[in-house]
């Protein structure tokens, strides 16, 4: 099985900032049929389903705010909030699709500072 | 419009099986997959496994031992059955169309 690894495993920020967080990869997730890496990111927030964001490591899905950036490639994975809102206080998590089992960082907490 | 929505029993005792139903709307299940994903509480998610639109599954090795995945495309359902449940198998249960759509998540409780 591939393993996720995110870190930080918390994060506190302040609204405005520019927030990074990372995702590893024990295995390439570039698929060599098409150039594309099977990565995706997803927002939580207590209570409610997870919300994807990002797929294929870079593409935000349809009526995401452009300040989620997805970047990488191979192994290394980052999400980059450009400009943190309060809203945007969730936990944060990246899954492979590039092999099943299908498998999940444990996840990024922003937290307000 | 796309909507999956869990059931089950809130409540299962140890050793027993789970019996959970997702049931679609605005779509079809032999054009999409469907996933279920849970999540223990406070803590992360664990993909659990998939029947895809063409009707083949796969599971996560961990738990395909005891894990089955099946559907009803008439009923427009898909259903989950777990056997052998332990403690550590309580949190919330979701299904998903190709992680875009989400249901609501149903929690289970393993306990006597």
């Known amino acids: 099985d591939i393993v996720m690894t995110q870190t930080p495993s918390s994060q506190a920020v302040s609204a405005g900032e520019k927030v990074t967080m990372s995702c590893k990869s024990s295995q390439s997730l570039l698929y060599s049929g098409d150039q594309k890496n099977y990565l995706a990111w997803y927002q939580q927030k207590p209570g409610q389903s997870p919300k994807l964001l990002i797929y294929?490591?870079?593409t935000r899905e349809s009526g995401v705010p452009d300040r989620f950036i997805g970047s990488g490639s191979g192994t290394d994975f980052t999400l980059t909030i450009s400009s943190v809102q309060a809203e945007d206080l969730a936990d944060y998590y990246c899954q492979q699709h590039y092999s099943y089992p299908y498998t999940f960082g444990a996840g990024t907490k922003l937290e307000l500072k | 419009q796309v909507q999956l929505k869990e059931s089950g029993p809130g409540l299962v005792q140890p050793s027993q099986t789970l019996s959970l139903t997702c049931t679609v709307s605005g779509f079809s299940l032999t054009s999409y997959n469907v996933h279920w994903v849970r999540q223990p509480p406070g803590k992360g998610l664990e993909w659990m496994g998939v029947?895809?639109?063409?009707?083949?599954?796969d599971y996560n090795s961990a738990l395909k031992p005891r894990l089955s995945i099946s559907r009803d495309t008439s009923k427009s359902q898909v259903f989950l059955t777990m056997n052998s449940l332990q403690t550590e198998d309580t949190g919330i249960y979701y299904c998903?169309?190709?992680?875009?759509?989400w249901g609501q998540g149903v929690m289970v409780t393993v306990s006597s």
């Open positions: 029947i895809w639109s063409g009707g083949n599954t």
């Open positions: 998903n169309r190709n992680s875009v759509y």
């Open positions: 294929l490591a870079s």
